[in-house]
């Protein structure tokens, strides 16, 4: 295929739907006798549900049922759930309600109350690496994807005083390797920069909303949804809904937009198909504009400081890399890695060290991002 389109006009086959307007998104379906839900949200970045009181939400005319993180399978930690107890950001999914029609279901949202407990709350990873400092979870306040580890780090008040004014402090790390001798390295260079930056989080926020809509028929499950692959989201899906691969008819003609965020099977997408399982009635679950930015992902934030060997000449002589890795409150993704392999692909040191502690905090979920890690490196350092 590559030497067929390469250096050649073509039309991508879905272009044209999507410009015609016949092309069909999940929320595009409709099937008889089809209900909707809506999802109730925590107000709280972090929090624990202490009760729930749905009596006047179920004594509406229309409203047909709930769903609560109780009667739905619970993934081992730290992956994100669909329904949860514990809120860890503001818009974390608590319960679904399902109505003749999302007014209903909305109105319905409106009547239930929900005591929570608050909890320790940080947006800052560097908050939470002081000792005494909040965690985002109650579980641990660092886990890395590279290495699945999810554990406890702080830094000591040395490690903090020791970096200077305006300088990243460095203390122990969760992931490190290096090659080569970078002290060597060092003692060649004839300028060495030693620099903190500063990377922001930003949301996918991609154009479909991942609206999802689910029915049963013969004991499989069809799912209409929104993915930007129909298979690699097979496993992840039936693994989420605790059904085998053969039991999923998965059905996702178009995507408007995903950039990475919806690469792989999402939590959220299991709603309306525990909901329609409950049922025994097609649900169809739309996801707003206003949802879809706290729903949706974000690349994670950087916090980092680099230290760069050059000769004369300008070749570099070797790099020396920290990266404190704004997580999300669940298992983000591995950016930092990706960064510091960027480096080492695209500057070539001969001798390289790379630290780097990815942290928890209580902001929408991190995820895969167009260049996860490199988009993020290439900001610090191509200015």
């Known amino acids: 295929m590559a030497y067929s389109l390469l250096g050649k006009d073509f039309v991508p086959p879905d272009v ?20 909707f839900c809506r999802l109730l949200t925590s107000p709280l970045p972090h929090g624990r549900v202490v009760s729930i009181d749905t009596s006047a939400a179920l004594a509406m005319e229309g409203v047909l049922g709930t769903l609560t993180a109780d009667e739905m399978p619970t993934p081992p930690a730290p992956n994100q759930p669909a329904l949860t107890n514990e809120p860890l950001f503001v818009g974390d999914p608590i319960l679904a309600v399902a109505a003749v029609d999302e007014t209903i279901a909305q109105d319905a949202i409106d009547r239930i109350r929900v005591e929570y407990e608050e909890l320790p709350v940080t947006v800052d990873p560097l908050e939470s690496l002081y000792q005494g400092g909040p965690n985002a979870r109650s579980d641990g306040n660092a886990y890395s994807a590279l290495s699945s580890t999810l554990t406890h780090i702080k830094w000591t008040a040395q490690d903090f005083s020791a970096a200077g004014e305006g300088h990243l402090p460095m203390g122990a790390p969760l992931e490190e390797w290096s090659f080569g001798d970078i002290e060597k390295g060092f003692s060649q260079a004839d300028l060495i920069l030693d620099e903190t930056f500063v990377v922001s989080g930003v949301s996918h926020h991609s154009m479909e909303p991942r609206t999802a809509m689910a029915y049963w028929q ?16 097979m496993p992840g899906l039936a693994a989420m809904l605790r059904i085998e691969i053969n039991d999923i008819v998965y059905i996702a003609e178009f995507c408007g937009g995903g950039f990475g965020s919806k690469s792989r099977a999402y939590p959220i997408m299991c709603v309306p198909a525990f909901m329609a399982k409950k049922l025994n009635r097609p649900v169809m679950m739309r996801i707003s504009r206003q949802e879809e930015f706290f729903l949706g992902s974000a690349r994670p934030g950087f916090q980092g400081r680099i230290k760069l060997g050059f000769r004369q000449d300008g070749r570099l002589t070797a ?5 404190v890795h704004e997580n999300g409150p669940y298992t983000g993704f591995d950016d930092f890695d990706a960064a510091a392999s960027a480096v ?24 895969a991002m167009r260049g996860p890690g490199e988009n993020q490196l290439a900001v610090a350092m191509e200015p």
Do not use: C, W
């Open 16 to 35: 044209r739907g999507k410009v015609n307007g016949r092309a069909k998104f999940s929320e595009d379906f409709q099937i008889d006798g089809m209900v």
């Open 218 to 233: 013969n004991g499989k499950l069809y799912l209409h949804g929104s993915t930007q692959s129909q298979t690699a989201v």
């Open 319 to 323: 790099a020396d890399l920290y990266i």
């Open 344 to 367: 080492t692909l695209l500057y070539q040191p001969p001798a390289m060290r790379f630290r780097a502690v990815p942290i928890e905090t209580n902001t929408v979920p991190r995820g």
